[in-house]
């Protein structure tokens, strides 16, 4: 059995709710996400927001990433700032702004007159914590990535995996500590996909506050990579989209394990979530 | 292809002159010897420094307006000079005439007013469709407005504004023969054009036009060429 321990609140939303020409999109969304510490291991979170296409998930993605302000309710973070080595418990609870989270866009959108250097550059140095080392980090993300060879070339010029790549890293040289990802998984094929799902385990590993917030329809691979799983559906007889279940993978014990969907108990879990949609 | 639709037009052309209009070779044997004089030259290099000076103006005018046009209050001005396209200049000559000092910041002011409005037209259609989506990464970094703006707008679409340069060189390269004609004491391919025209010497007229639409050409070409070596993105 995985020894760990849940902590402090790192996201909290209360009570949101989101209306478009008087109808109800998203209505009283209440979830928390908390520190999951493991003895001697950074052990990053990695959450799934599981929910039909047209149900309000990339509606509640933009407003937990701050871009949409919510009709009611809020979406409070607690995270470092510039100084990494301050314990979270120490950092005030605020309202989440634009920018404070980590953006990646379905399409991978970058801007078309940079090259991958020139952004990832933009965004290293709004990250005060990486002083005058902007151009190292580059290198050993670009290295780590596998995108050392295409830096000096547009995002026209890179394939849908590699733009994602870029996407990632863009945001993960912003230095917050939450990244969200909006449909990481749509468009690609099998090997890719096995890749991107490697790679974003590695991004939760990276360190203890990093919180990964994946919005998605894969069932399969997102939840073969989440510890917690949010699902968003319709109540009867309300209008609106909620969080209707939540389920705790570390507790069924198909969390962090590399084989988890070869598991009776993860297939059954799959069949679980289908069910709840 | 082109060549052999060149040859065709020049063939029809020289077949069916005579009487007023005159045959391409004239007109060759005119442009042969326009070329070799300096009165053409001089007259050229009067034409492309008020060319060069107006669209520098309307330029500077162009991009104040456009990049404060995100401001409501400079918006709805931007939006009045948008509509001046519709405004003939005909009228306001005596006008401009009063505003100015000579004849040189005359023809250069009638110039920018011309152009101005067609620029910020093509420079505000550009900012209007700019995707959300280039805000909002900006936002997803941390960006200020400022630090948008100039991301987004100043630094994303400065290759569009060198594109709109080169499409509206050709509105003020048309305009030069006009505004030439007000104040013909310092010369320019206009003042020549309006010489020949007044006494009626068309095989000249044409050659000059020959000219003139062979400057534009070149013009076109390299300011194409440069915009590609400028923005290496725009091959993409």
């Known amino acids: 059995m995985t020894t760990y321990t849940k902590e402090e609140v790192l996201l909290q939303a209360r009570g949101l709710s989101l209306s478009y020409d008087n109808a109800c999109i998203l209505r009283d ?44 309710g809020s979406v409070t973070i607690r995270q470092r700032l510039a100084a990494r080595t301050v314990p979270v418990s120490l950092c005030t609870e605020h309202p989440v702004q634009p920018g404070d989270m980590g953006v990646v866009f379905q399409n991978y959108y970058q801007f078309g007159w940079r090259t991958v250097r020139q952004s990832l550059l933009l965004a290293a140095r709004q990250n005060k914590a990486l002083g005058c080392t902007e151009k190292d980090a580059i290198e050993a993300y670009a290295a780590r990535f596998e ?49 991107v799902a490697e790679l974003l385990v590695q991004v939760s590993l990276s360190d203890e506050l990093k919180t990964l917030i994946i919005v998605s329809h894969d069932i399969d ?57 | 292809m082109v060549l052999l639709q060149v040859t065709l037009t020049l063939l029809l052309w020289q077949s069916g002159a005579g009487g007023l209009i005159p045959a391409p070779t004239k007109i060759a044997a005119a442009l042969g010897h326009l070329l070799t004089t300096r009165l053409l030259s001089d007259n050229i290099l009067v ?23 995100v401001i409501p209050f400079f918006s709805s001005i931007a939006q009045f000079i ?42 505000l259609s550009v900012i209007v469709n700019i995707p959300k989506q280039e805000f909002e990464l900006c936002q997803t970094l941390g960006y200020s407005r400022w630090q948008s703006l100039y991301e987004v707008i100043i630094v994303g679409k400065a290759d569009q504004v060198f594109e709109i340069l080169r499409q509206n060189f050709a509105i003020s390269w048309m305009m030069i023969t006009m505004v030439e004609g007000l104040s013909m004491s310092e010369g320019g391919i206009g ?20 000219v003139i639409f062979g400057i534009g050409l070149c013009f076109d070409y390299l300011l194409g060429t440069l915009r590609r070596w400028l923005f290496p993105y725009t091959k993409l």
Not at chain 1, 29 to 46: A, E, H, K
């Open chain 2, 82 to 123: 948008v509509k001046c396209r519709y405004l003939t200049l005909t009228g306001l000559i005596f006008i401009f005439t009063l505003l100015t000092r000579d004849g040189s910041q005359l023809k250069l002011s009638l110039l920018v007013a011309g152009i101005v409005p067609f620029f910020t037209t093509s420079f």
């Open chain 1, 221 to 277: 691979t997102t939840v073969s990579i989440s510890d917690t799983v949010f699902i968003l559906g319709k109540e009867a007889g309300k209008p609106g989209s909620t969080i209707t279940r939540e389920i705790d993978l570390i507790g069924r014990g198909l969390a962090w394990q590399k084989d988890v969907r070869k598991e009776k108990a993860f297939a059954d879990t799959i069949a679980e979530i289908r069910g709840c949609l």
């Open chain 1, 147 to 195: 995108l050392s060879g295409v830096l000096h070339q547009y995002p026209q010029q890179l394939s849908g995996g590699q733009q994602q790549r870029v996407s990632i890293i863009q945001q993960l040289l912003k230095g917050s500590d939450f990244l969200l990802l909006d449909e990481p998984f749509s468009g690609l094929d099998v090997c890719v996909l096995d890749k």
């Open chain 1, 29 to 72: 969304v209440n979830f928390s996400i908390r520190d999951i510490v493991r003895p001697g291991l950074q052990q990053g979170q990695v959450v799934s927001l599981i929910g039909r296409s047209g149900i309000g998930k990339t509606q509640l993605f933009r407003v937990l990433s701050g871009l949409q302000k919510p009709g009611a």
């Open chain 2, 191 to 210: 003042t020549l054009l309006i010489r020949y025209n007044k006494y009626n010497d068309l095989t000249n007229v044409i050659a000059l036009q020959m």
């Open chain 2, 47 to 69: 034409s492309l420094l008020l060319t060069g000076q107006a669209m520098f103006w309307s330029i500077l005018i162009t991009l104040g307006f456009a990049y404060l046009s």
